[in-house]
T-cell receptor, first 115, second 114 residues
Framework: GAVVSQHPSWVICKSGTSVKIECRSL??????MFWYRQFPKQSLMLMAT?????????EQGVEKDKFLINHASLTLSTLTVTSAHPEDSSFYIC???????????FGDGTRLSIL | AQSVTQPDIHITVSEGASLELRCNYS??????LFWYVQSPGQGLQLLLK??????LVQGIKGFEAEFKRSQSSFNLRKPSVHWSDAAEYFC????????????FGGGTRVLVKP
């Protein structure tokens, strides 16, 4: 199998705080991980691509300083939403892939609610 | 640039009836093609993928999809739907030179009537 675990599944926090979301590949080494944002009843929007040991590549319009991505090992990537505000509330999903020609396997997502 | 269109936003089907979800893509060559399913509040599960070879691809949960190059389509089918098939379905493409980046269609929400 190819299991991707995302934690936490749901987080509620106050405006101005920072929130960290973890994405782990449990039974394989992920050369690349991806972070997506999904608004209600919409498709997934790619935020950034993360390769182990290197800086993440952000999509156009995504603020690097707002959404900090770290990919310190082949099984873990983190997304930190810094100084979160209500407009950052969304469903965030990560995915991981073994290699260049392999499909992406998705975590169960994190619902972030900023009060 | 690659793009994916899922023309149907919602589809309602009776349990036991057949289901077909449409997907059209735009890309300069033959891309890699995927179908994913998403249950409410959860991540995406891969149903099937097409990389090359036989254009009729079998997936999990009784789903299949057919790649038609002439129509730039990759439609998903299931002969007999179950109530548990109610979910959101996403078609996605990946260019062979685009790293592993996926482009998703807008999704089709499937409702199953008893």
């Amino acid at each position: 199998g190819a299991v991707v675990s995302q934690h936490p599944s749901w987080v509620i926090c106050k405006s101005g705080t920072s929130v960290k979301i973890e994405c782990r590949s449990l039974d394989f080494q992920a050369t690349t991980m991806f972070w997506y944002r999904q608004f209600p009843k919409q498709s997934l929007m790619l935020m950034a691509t993360s390769n182990e040991g290197s800086k993440a590549t952000y999509e156009q319009g995504v603020e690097k300083d707002k959404f900090l991505i770290n990919h310190a090992s082949l099984t873990l990537s983190t997304l930190t939403v810094t100084s979160a505000h209500p407009e950052d509330s969304s469903f965030y999903i990560c995915s991981a892939t073994r290699g260049q020609n392999q499909p992406q396997h998705f975590g169960d997502g994190t619902r972030l609610s900023i009060l | 640039a690659q793009s994916v269109t899922q023309p149907d936003i919602h589809i309602t089907v009776s349990e036991g009836a057949s289901l077909e979800l449409r997907c059209n893509y735009s890309y300069g060559a033959t891309p890699y093609l995927f179908w994913y399913v998403q249950s409410p509040g959860q991540g995406l599960q891969l149903l099937l993928k097409y990389f090359s070879g036989d254009t009729l691809v079998q997936g999990i949960k009784g789903f299949e999809a057919e790649f038609k190059r002439s129509q730039s389509s990759f439609n998903l089918r299931k002969p007999s739907v179950h109530w548990s098939d109610a979910a959101e379905y996403f078609c996605a493409v990946r260019g062979k030179a685009a790293g592993n980046k996926l482009t998703f269609g807008g999704g089709t929400r499937v409702l199953v009537k008893p």
